[in-house]
C-alpha cells in the first residue's frame, strides 16, 4: 500500500482532491500508533500527517496552543510543561495497552477524542479543542473555531470532527485551551472497598465542593487490595484543606492513606493508560461509559455471562474490561447491560478479525445513523476519508 | 433598517387561514395565538431594533405536540422560528411574516435531579436560573450563567451555548450538557447522549449546541450539576494605563490562577456604573479589574492575598479586597448593572465580539477611536479572562441617522476582532445581527461546509431561515 505523506497543508488538500477524482480510498494516520483501534478497513493509500509537525502559536498567558496535526503529543506537552502549564484533559497514551511503538500525535488526540481521569473536572478532548484546520473529501481547506475559547460564530464543526476517528476530514492543525500545571497533587487512598462502596465514596468525594480532579476504584481478587483512589489538585493550601475535609467526609468508608510524589504519578498513570489491565495480552478490550452509580450493576451482568476483569475510571462514569478473546468476546453481555442501564461501549482492542464481524462502537439508533451518514456524505461524498473505521458505509 | 430580511413567501400568507386550522387540530387553542395583538408579544427578541409579526405562535406542551407541529409545517412548507424566552440579543429569535413562531416556554419542568450522578433532567423551556434553584438545597448550581439567567430559557442557552461571568473557570454550555431530546423537523425524536460523560459516534450534541435552532428543536435536555463552593470573595483592582490592567491579567493566569471570574471596566463604564449604583469604585483609574476567587475562607484569603501580590509590579491605584458578604454585593452590584445603568444615560448597542487576550490595549484604543470617528461614546465592560468583549457603542435615537452610525460602528469592532485573531461573537450568538459579516470570519468553503452540515437535518431550510448564514448562501446537503 503507497503511503502519502503530504509536506504541507495546500499539498494534503491536491492528494486528497486528486483520490477523490480516482476513487483511491485513504487510511488516515499520524505515526499509527493506534492503527489496530476502530473498524478494520479496506484502503489504497495511507495519508500520513507525520510530516505536518510544529507548534505554530503558543501563547501562556492566553492559555491557548496550536500545533500541525503530526506534531508529536510529548512535544506539546514538554513544551507546555516548560511554562508550567498542561493539556487540561490529561490524554491517555494507548501504547502500552496495543503495545504499539512510535510517537502518538496531537491529531489524533483531537481525531479520536482522547481524554483521561481529569475528564470528570476538565472535561474530554473536545472541551478543549477550539479551533481546527481539516482538508475535507472534496480536497478543500476548512477551518472552523479558532484560537479564543468562547467562539459562537456558526455552527461548531470543531466538536464534530472531535472524535470523527479521520472519517470526516484529514486534520491538519489543531488548537487546544490549555490551563496551569497544578502546584501539588494529592491523592487518597483508601484500601478494601467492594465495588458498591467504592462507587458510592466516590460518588461522596465527587459530590463535595472539593474538586476532585480523579476518582478511580481498581478491584483486587482478595478484596483487601483492592485500591479506591481520590486525586486532589491545586496550591498546597488549598490541598493540605481539601484532604482533610475529604478524609472526615469518607470516614464511614474506612481510613484513608495520603499518596504524593512518584508513586502517586505512576498510579494516575496507569488509570490514565488503563495498563491496569495490560497484563494478559490475549484479552479483549473494552472501554464503557455509564452513569457513574450503575458501573457496579453493569460490571455484575457483564462478570455473570463471561470472564472479566475491571476497573473503574471517573466516578465509575468509565469502566474499562478485559474479557476472553473468544466467541463474541463479551460483546452481547456488554451490549445487553449497556442497553439496559444507559450507556455505550467501544471495543478498544482485539484481532483485527473480531473488529471486522463485531460492532466494535455502540450501535445507534437508526434516525442518528441517517444523520450520520448526512454528515459523513456532506464532508467526503465520494466516500475516501478512513471508509467504514467507525461504522460500515461511514 | 439595514439588515434585510427575504421576501415572505406569499403561498404561505395566503394560506394563513388553512394553516391555522391545521395547527389548530395538533395543539389545544390556548396554545395557538392567532390575533395581531398577542403576536404582537413575540415580534422581536433582545434585539428590539428589528420586528416581524409572525404567521402564528405555538406553544406546545410536549415533545409530541413538537413534533406533530414540525411535521405539519414541513408539509405545509412553513417556516419555523423557535424561540425560548425571547432575550437573544443578536435577533436570534426575530420572526418572519411567513413563518410560526414556536415557543418551548411551556415545557418548563425538572423532570429529575440524580445527585449522585450529578445530572439534572429538565424540560427545556425551564429558566436557566430555576435548574440552580432546583438544586441549590444540596448545594448544587447549573454552571453557565448567562447575564440574562433569571429569564432565558435552557432551550435558548443550548441554542446560543450560552456562557456567562464564571464560564472562564466552569466553561460555557457545550461543556455542561450530557444530553437532549431532539426533535427534527419531519417530526422524528433523537436522543443525543445520555447521562454518562460522553457519546459514541459523531459528537452531534457538540454540533446542535450553538447552532441556533437550525438543526432541530430541544424539547429536553440532561444537564451537568456542579457542587458549589464553600464560599467566593472578589478584589477590586484599579489601574492607570489599560495596558497595565491588561498586563495584570495575564500574570494572574500565567501564576497558574485561575479567578471563577475576572471582570474588566474601563473609564466610561466605571463612571457610569459608579452614579447609577453607588458600589464604592475608583474614579480616577482608566481601567478596573474584578477578581473573583471560590473556595473555604482561608483558600480565599491565600489567593487573593496571591493575586494582590501578583498585581503590585503593575502600580494599581486602587486595591480593595473584599471582606464581607456586604462588600462583595457591592462590588458585583456595579458590574452587574452595566448594561441598565448605560441605558440610563444613552441608548446603546451592546457588541459581543472575542479577541485574544494579549491584543487587549490595541483593540481598546482602536475601539476607542473607531467610536469617535462616528461621533459616538463607547464604554466597555467584558470577561478579560477569555476576552469577550461588550462593546457598549452608546447613541442617542432622537438624533437621525445616530442609530445606523452606531451600528457601522459596531461592524467595524467586529472586523476588528476578527482582524486581530478572534471572532465575530464569543456568546451572544449570529442570529440576524452578525450574519452578513460571517464572510469576514469565513472563506466560502468553510462556509459551504458549515451550510451542507445544516442541510443535513433541515434540507428545506425552514428552521430559523435568513438567521447565521448570508441570505443569499444557502446550499443544500
Known amino acids: ?76 506537552v514538554d513544551t507546555l510543561a516548560g511554562q508550567g502549564q498542561q493539556l487540561p484533559f490529561e490524554p491517555m497514551d494507548y501504547r502500552p495497552l496495543l503495545g504499539s511503538q512510535g510517537e502518538p500525535t496531537i491529531g489524533s488526540v483531537a481525531a479520536m477524542n482522547i481524554s483521561g481521569p481529569r475528564r470528570i473536572m476538565a472535561g474530554a478532548a473536545r472541551d478543549s479543542l477550539i479551533g481546527v484546520r481539516f482538508v475535507n473529501g472534496r480536497g478543500e481547506v476548512i477551518k472552523s473555531g479558532g484560537r479564543v475559547m468562547k467562539n459562537v460564530t456558526g455552527l461548531d464543526l470543531v466538536k464534530l470532527m472531535a472524535g470523527s476517528w479521520g472519517t470526516l476530514g484529514f486534520l491538519t492543525e489543531v488548537t487546544f485551551k490549555v490551563l496551569p500545571r497544578p502546584e501539588r497533587m494529592s491523592t487518597l487512598l483508601i484500601r478494601g472497598l467492594d465495588d458498591g462502596s467504592a462507587v458510592a465514596a466516590l460518588s461522596a468525594a465527587l459530590g463535595s465542593p472539593f474538586d476532585v480532579t480523579g476518582a478511580a476504584h481498581l478491584p483486587a481478587p482478595d478484596r483487601q487490595g483492592a485500591r479506591t483512589l481520590i486525586r486532589l489538585e491545586g496550591f498546597s493550601v488549598s490541598v493540605d484543606y481539601r484532604l482533610n475535609e475529604l478524609r472526615r467526609l469518607l470516614k464511614r468508608f474506612g481510613a484513608a492513606d495520603i499518596l504524593e510524589g512518584r508513586g502517586a504519578e505512576a498510579v494516575w498513570q496507569s488509570v490514565r493508560d488503563a495498563t491496569v489491565l495490560q497484563e494478559r495480552a490475549d484479552r479483549a478490550v473494552w472501554r464503557v461509559s455509564t452513569a457513574p452509580t450503575r458501573g457496579p450493576s453493569l460490571v455484575a451482568r457483564v462478570a455473570a455471562a463471561v470472564e472479566a476483569q475491571w476497573f473503574y475510571d471517573w466516578g465509575g462514569g468509565l469502566v474499562w474490561i478485559a474479557t476472553p478473546a473468544e466467541g463474541d468476546l463479551g460483546a452481547g453481555a456488554i451490549r445487553a447491560a449497556t442497553r439496559e442501564l444507559g450507556g455505550h461501549a467501544m471495543l478498544v482492542r482485539a484481532p483485527d478479525a473480531d473488529r471486522s464481524r463485531l460492532d466494535v462502537f455502540e450501535p445507534q439508533p437508526e434516525a442518528v445513523m441517517a444523520l450520520t451518514r448526512g454528515i459523513k456524505a456532506s464532508f467526503d461524498p465520494a466516500g475516501i476519508l478512513n471508509p467504514g473505521r467507525m461504522y460500515a458505509g461511514i | 433598517m439595514s439588515i434585510a430580511f427575504p421576501t415572505p413567501d406569499e403561498a404561505v400568507l395566503s394560506r394563513r387561514n388553512e394553516i391555522l386550522a391545521g395547527l389548530g387540530r395538533l395543539v389545544a387553542p390556548e396554545a395557538l395565538i392567532v390575533t395581531e395583538d398577542e403576536r404582537r408579544a413575540f415580534e422581536t427578541d ?150 454518562h460523560l460522553d457519546s459514541p459516534g459523531y459528537d452531534l450534541l457538540g454540533l446542535v449546541c450553538g447552532s441556533e435552532g437550525q438543526l432541530g428543536i430541544v424539547t429536553e435536555a440532561t444537564v451537568r450539576i456542579l457542587r458549589a463552593a464553600e464560599g467566593a470573595r472578589p478584589a477590586l483592582l484599579g489601574f492607570e494605563r489599560v495596558e497595565d490592567a491588561g498586563a495584570c491579567v495575564a500574570a494572574i493566569i500565567a501564576a497558574g490562577i485561575i479567578p471563577v471570574a475576572l471582570e474588566y471596566m474601563d473609564r466610561p463604564a466605571i463612571r457610569i456604573c459608579e452614579a447609577f449604583a453607588h458600589a464604592g469604585y475608583p474614579l480616577d483609574v482608566e481601567a478596573m479589574l474584578i477578581v473573583e476567587v471560590e473556595g473555604s475562607d482561608a483558600e480565599i484569603d491565600d489567593m487573593l492575598r496571591r493575586i494582590v501580590a501578583i498585581a503590585e509590579p503593575f502600580r494599581p491605584k486602587t486595591v480593595k479586597v473584599s471582606q464581607s458578604e456586604a462588600e462583595s454585593a457591592a462590588i458585583w452590584k456595579g458590574r452587574k448593572s452595566a448594561f441598565g445603568a448605560t441605558g440610563r444615560v444613552a441608548d446603546y448597542i451592546c457588541m459581543d465580539g472575542t479577541i485574544p487576550t494579549g491584543q487587549l490595549p490595541h483593540v481598546l484604543k482602536r475601539i476607542d477611536e473607531i467610536a469617535k470617528s462616528y461621533g459616538l461614546g463607547v464604554a466597555n465592560v467584558f470577561h478579560a479572562g477569555d476576552g469577550n468583549l461588550h462593546p457598549l457603542v452608546m447613541f442617542d435615537t432622537a438624533k437621525p441617522g445616530e442609530m445606523e452610525k452606531a451600528e457601522a460602528a459596531g461592524e467595524d ?23 452578513d459579516l460571517m464572510t469576514c470570519q469565513f472563506n466560502a468553503a468553510d462556509l459551504e461546509q458549515q451550510m451542507r452540515v445544516r442541510g443535513v437535518f433541515d434540507p428545506g431550510w425552514l428552521l430559523n431561515p435568513a438567521k447565521v448564514f448570508p441570505l443569499e448562501g444557502r446550499v443544500a446537503a
Open chain 1, 1 to 76: 500500500m503507497s503511503s502519502l505523506i503530504p509536506r504541507d497543508e495546500q499539498d494534503a488538500a491536491s492528494i486528497v482532491a486528486q483520490a477523490k477524482g480516482r476513487g483511491t480510498l485513504l487510511n488516515l494516520c499520524g505515526n499509527g500508533t493506534k492503527a489496530s483501534m476502530g473498524r478494520p478497513s479496506q484502503t489504497d493509500a495511507t495519508l500520513s500527517a507525520a510530516a505536518l509537525t510544529g507548534i505554530t502559536l503558543y501563547e501562556p498567558a492566553e492559555l491557548v496552543i496550536s500545533a500541525r496535526s503530526g506534531t508529536p503529543l510529548s512535544e506539546v
Open chain 2, 46 to 195: 433582545g434585539l428590539t431594533a428589528y420586528r416581524q409579526l409572525p404567521l402564528a405562535v405555538v406553544l406546545p406542551s410536549s415533545t409530541e405536540e413538537v413534533a406533530a407541529v414540525l411535521r405539519f409545517c414541513r408539509d405545509q412548507g412553513v417556516k419555523v422560528v423557535p424561540r425560548g424566552a425571547g432575550t437573544s440579543l443578536s435577533g436570534g429569535a426575530i420572526p418572519q411574516p411567513d413563518a410560526i413562531v414556536l415557543g418551548v416556554a411551556k415545557m418548563n419542568r425538572v423532570l429529575e435531579v440524580d445527585f449522585e450522578n450529578r445530572v439534572a433532567r429538565v424540560q427545556s423551556g425551564i429558566t436557566n436560573l430555576a435548574i440552580s434553584q432546583a438544586v441549590a438545597h444540596e448545594g448544587f448550581f447549573y454552571a453557565p450563567d448567562p447575564s440574562s439567567q433569571l429569564a432565558c430559557t435552557i432551550a435558548g442557552n443550548i441554542a446560543m451555548n450560552s456562557g456567562g461571568a464564571h464560564c472562564l473557570k466552569y466553561g460555557v454550555t457545550t461543556n455542561n450538557l450530557l444530553g437532549v431530546t431532539m426533535v427534527l423537523l419531519d417530526g422524528t425524536v433523537v436522543e443525543l447522549g445520555g447521562r
Open chain 2, 413 to 435: 469592532i467586529l472586523r476588528l476582532c476578527v482582524e486581530v485573531g478572534g471572532c465575530l461573537t464569543g456568546e451572544h450568538g449570529v442570529g440576524i445581527e452578525k450574519r
